[in-house]
């Protein structure tokens, strides 16, 4: 119990200042009871739901250290509730269950499983979490101490006298000819529906010299590519299936994708996303996003081709293209809306490690216990 009690204090801490983070769980408790120990949404949560987003945000960095979410039945919950007024009383009851080798009830959602990257997560908003877990509840006071200790998390600004870069603008296709060979150049391809391809893109981060936050030296620090509103060099379509494509001249460095954002929620990959270095002079090609109306994002970084079509009327640029090299595992504090990581298959990791062990969890789809959703 004393494990997962501080694991979820330190998660608390972490999410505090996401804009549904920690800074709700004073609500946490009045949030609906009931017997399920609230399972992640796998998309952003509204910021009207601030104590939706709380837990949201807490048990997916719980499903980091290797937590699952575990559903009751409707009788053990009701029974739990009794005790949902004094923090310490739950705790107590609520240890036997934690501390069994095996999960005392369904498992809802597993420990993490790189669902973003090879799932079927779904960065949107999400209305409908209307279970806060027991476990939230059972350490709001806990949590409260401890983030109040922590102290408000602010994202990092420019430097006294150093003034804060406008974002890169990704590339028109009428700018094409005016492009500096001479310069960095990213290249990314996204595949999928309309709706899907105008909705979503990826924002990317230049990072300080030893891969941590964000640098400010003048220099632009992000730049987002995707959605209907960047401006693309190249637009196909086959069928139902679009393909939108994307350059941008980048200032050297080490770039992060950051964050998988929907419209204007952003899902902030502060704890655990890929990295690369590009010089001035190279040009890198991230891979084809594919955006899927069932949820996962996977970059496929199979065919170079691609980078060679869309760069053909650039031979330059097309004669020396290659794979952004990613390395996995590049973290930061966490601000946004939703947090979670992202890890590109095959790829190294920074310290070697991946965010977390990939378990295997079976997931029953008709459960014999009744389980409360409302």
């Given at each position: 119990?004393?494990?997962?009690?501080?694991?979820?204090?330190?998660?608390?801490?972490?999410?505090?200042?996401?804009?549904?983070?920690?800074?709700?769980?004073?609500?946490?408790?009045?949030a609906t009871g009931g017997g399920l120990l609230g399972a992640i949404v796998g998309g952003v949560i509204d910021n009207n739901e601030n104590r939706q987003g709380?837990?949201?945000?807490?048990?997916?960095?719980?499903?980091?250290?290797?937590?699952?979410?575990?559903?009751?039945?409707?009788?053990?919950?009701?029974?739990?509730?009794?005790?949902?007024?004094?923090?310490?009383?739950?705790?107590?009851?609520?240890?036997?269950?934690?501390?069994?080798?095996?999960?005392?009830?369904?498992?809802?959602?597993?420990?993490?499983?790189?669902?973003?990257?090879?799932?079927?997560?779904?960065?949107?908003?999400?209305?409908?979490?209307?279970?806060?877990?027991?476990?939230?509840?059972?350490?709001?006071?806990?949590?409260?101490?401890?983030?109040?200790?922590?102290?408000?998390?602010?994202?990092?600004?420019?430097?006294?006298?150093?003034?804060?870069?406008?974002?890169?603008?990704?590339?028109?296709?009428?700018?094409?000819?005016?492009?500096?060979?001479?310069?960095?150049?990213?290249?990314?391809?996204?595949?999928?529906?309309?709706?899907?391809?105008?909705?979503?893109?990826?924002?990317?981060?230049?990072?300080?010299?030893?891969?941590?936050?964000?640098?400010?030296?003048?220099?632009?620090?992000?730049?987002?590519?995707?959605?209907?509103?960047?401006?693309?060099?190249?637009?196909?379509?086959?069928?139902?299936?679009?393909?939108?494509?994307?350059?941008?001249?980048?200032?050297?460095?080490?770039?992060?994708?950051?964050?998988?954002?929907?419209?204007?929620?952003?899902?902030?990959?502060?704890?655990?996303?890929?990295?690369?270095?590009?010089?001035?002079?190279?040009?890198?090609?991230?891979?084809?996003?594919?955006?899927?109306?069932?949820?996962?994002?996977?970059?496929?970084?199979?065919?170079?081709?691609?980078?060679?079509?869309?760069?053909?009327?650039?031979?330059?640029?097309?004669?020396?293209?290659k794979f952004a090299a990613l390395t996995n595992g590049f973290t930061s504090d966490c601000f946004g809306s939703y947090a979670y990581a992202y890890e590109q298959?095959?790829?190294?990791?920074?310290?070697?490690?991946?965010?977390?062990?990939?378990?295997?969890?079976?997931?029953?789809?008709?459960?014999?216990?009744?389980?409360?959703?409302?």
């Open positions: 119990m004393a494990e997962h009690n501080d694991a979820l204090v330190d998660c608390a801490v972490a999410t505090r200042g996401l804009v549904n983070g920690s800074d709700a769980m004073g609500a946490v408790t009045a709380a837990a949201a945000n807490i048990e997916n960095c719980m499903a980091l250290k290797g937590w699952s979410v575990i559903g009751l039945t409707d009788d053990e919950g009701k029974a739990l509730e009794a005790w949902d007024d004094d923090p310490s009383l739950l705790r107590e009851q609520l240890a036997p269950l934690i501390e069994q080798p095996s999960a005392p009830g369904i498992v809802l959602r597993g420990p993490f499983a790189n669902e973003l990257a090879v799932g079927e997560f779904r960065v949107e908003e999400a209305g409908d979490l209307e279970e806060v877990s027991l476990s939230c509840r059972a350490l709001e006071d806990l949590t409260e101490a401890a983030v109040e200790a922590a102290g408000e998390l602010k994202p990092p600004k420019p430097p006294k006298g150093v003034k804060a870069p406008k974002p890169v603008k990704a590339t028109k296709e009428k700018d094409i000819a005016t492009i500096n060979t001479d310069k960095a150049q990213v290249v990314l391809s996204m595949l999928g529906g309309r709706t899907n391809l105008n909705m979503y893109s990826i924002t990317l981060q230049r990072l300080a010299d030893d891969g941590s936050e964000v640098v400010y030296d003048g220099a632009p620090t992000n730049v987002t590519l995707g959605g209907n509103l960047t401006p693309k060099i190249r637009k196909t379509r086959e069928g139902d299936i679009r393909r939108y494509d994307f350059l941008a001249e980048i200032p050297p460095g080490i770039w992060k994708i950051a964050a998988i954002n929907w419209s204007v929620y952003a899902a902030d990959l502060c704890f655990g996303a890929p990295a690369f270095a590009i010089q001035d002079g190279e040009t890198l090609f991230l891979g084809t996003l594919s955006v899927p109306e069932e949820g996962g994002y996977p970059l496929d970084q199979s065919d170079l081709g691609v980078a060679h079509d869309i760069l053909e009327p650039l031979p330059t640029l097309a004669e020396r293209v298959p095959g790829a190294p990791f920074v310290d070697d490690q991946p965010a977390a062990d990939t378990l295997a969890v079976e997931v029953i789809d008709d459960p014999e216990p009744d389980i409360e959703t409302e």
